[in-house]
């Protein structure tokens, strides 16, 4: 048989409790990570970068022009390509350039298709056209933007770029 007993140490006295002890309780899970401050809602930006809140339009830039008249415009191309123009340079049927019968070389024209409103801007460096009522014979690069190709010909309007 077993007899269990207390011994007088183990018996505690009404005036030795005082108030409860509270032991250290475990911090939660979420108090367990460091605290993180709330983030700023327009960050800095980092250097070299463009505000573009402070961008202006481009402006766009609007060159002087006379008109001097309209005619019959035609093309050259293949067949001169690489031979020396009246201003001696090579004729280049890929650039922007033009005959006029008497403009000085140098001289900028728009050349405008009023059918289409294509234009384009070409310089003068040869002599011509002259054949027919033609007033300005142009590259083969302007008159594929003027849709001039197709026909081989057509009325445009010439304004002398300043």
Request: glycine letters at 8%; charged letters at 20%; aromatic letters at 6%.
């Amino acid at each position: 048989m077993l007899a269990l007993t207390w011994s007088s140490s183990a018996a505690v006295s009404q005036d030795a409790v005082s108030e409860p002890v509270v032991q250290d309780v475990p911090p939660s899970f979420a108090d367990s990570f460091p605290s993180v401050p709330e983030p700023d809602t327009t960050p800095e930006p980092a250097d070299g970068a463009v505000d573009v809140t402070e961008i202006d339009p481009p402006i766009e830039v609007v060159e002087d022009e006379t008109a001097i008249g309209s005619g019959t415009a035609s093309y050259y191309g293949r067949k001169f390509h690489g031979r020396r123009t009246a201003s001696g340079e090579p004729f280049d049927m890929y650039a922007m350039t033009a005959a006029h019968r008497t403009l000085p070389f140098g001289t900028r024209l728009r050349v405008t298709n009023p059918r289409t409103g294509a234009s384009v801007v070409v310089r003068v460096n040869d002599r011509g056209p002259f054949h027919g009522s033609r007033i300005i014979d142009v590259s083969r690069a302007a008159a594929e933007e003027l849709g001039l190709v197709g026909r081989g010909h057509g009325l445009v309007e010439l304004a002398l770029v300043d």
